[in-house]
């Protein structure tokens, strides 16, 4: 099992740019992919961007791409998710994940945070 924190989270102005952490603790941070999800209101919450175990592969939404980067260190349990050049439309509760596996480009994650907003106003 793994248990994950989210934090970072805030309001921001279109164009900005915010860096969210999510420190992990339980078992071994480096045997789980991890991913950031995010839900507005009124919407179904989606796949962000993920990471595989190591670090070396990662997978991104394309509303994202170019914009978002995604990243671990698996020495401090932590996953990143570096946010620039924000949208009004980038507005939703970000919710991290993690999952045992090889997989990691997948919306089936089993561990989840609680969640940081992330508003960025126009």
């Known amino acids: 099992q793994v248990q994950l924190v989210e934090s970072g989270g805030g309001l921001v102005q279109t164009g900005g740019s915010l860096r969210l952490s999510c420190a992990a603790s339980?078992?071994?941070?480096?045997?789980?992919?991890m991913g950031w999800f995010r839900q507005a209101p009124g919407k179904e919450r989606e796949i962000v961007a993920t990471?595989?175990?190591?670090?070396?592969?990662?997978y991104y939404t394309a509303t994202v791409k170019g914009r978002f980067t995604i990243s671990r260190d698996n020495a401090k349990t932590t996953v990143y998710l570096q946010m620039n050049s924000l949208k009004p439309e980038d507005t939703a509760v970000y919710y991290c994940?993690?999952?045992?596996?090889?997989?990691?480009?997948?919306?089936?994650?089993?561990?989840w945070g609680l969640g940081t907003q992330v508003t960025v106003s126009s």
């Open positions: 990471i595989n175990r190591s670090g070396v592969s990662t």
């Open positions: 994940a993690a999952r045992t596996g090889i997989v990691f480009v997948t919306s089936s994650y089993d561990y």
């Open positions: 339980g078992d071994t941070f480096s045997n789980f992919a």
